[in-house]
């Protein structure tokens, strides 16, 4: 079912992409180019909108969801958990000449 609103636009109750059902907006794609600041204006707000061509549905524009903030660095958490050796350079050394140079003769 397809109503025309006010401004020319047509709304729509397509199944599966709208929140409970509700008549999402759905704008033709010249329209779309012609107010595309404002519909994502719109659809950041919360009132997502299909952009259709020939009246086919194409694209559903819905805002992104808050992401997590990633975790923080903790520098100093291992503190006294590990030792590390005061030579760390010769740590395995002979082996990973080994990985590199061969077996030594």
């Not at 061509?53 to 524009?61: D, E, I, M, S």
């Not at 808050?66 to 030792?83: E, N």
Request: with cysteine; hydrophobic share 40%.
């Amino acid at each position: 079912m397809v109503k025309r609103c006010s401004s020319g636009s047509e709304r729509t109750k397509l199944a599966g992409l709208s929140q409970l059902g509700a008549a999402m907006r759905t704008v033709n794609m010249h329209e779309a180019k012609t107010h595309l600041s404002r519909l994502v204006d719109m659809a950041a707000k919360g009132e997502p909108f299909v952009i259709a061509r020939a009246g086919k549905p194409l694209v559903k524009v819905v805002p992104i969801e808050d992401q997590p903030a990633p975790m923080k660095k903790r520098y100093g958490m291992l503190d006294g958990k590990i030792t590390i050796p005061d030579d760390i350079k010769a740590f395995a050394r002979e082996e990973i000449e080994e990985m590199f140079y061969g077996p030594k003769e």
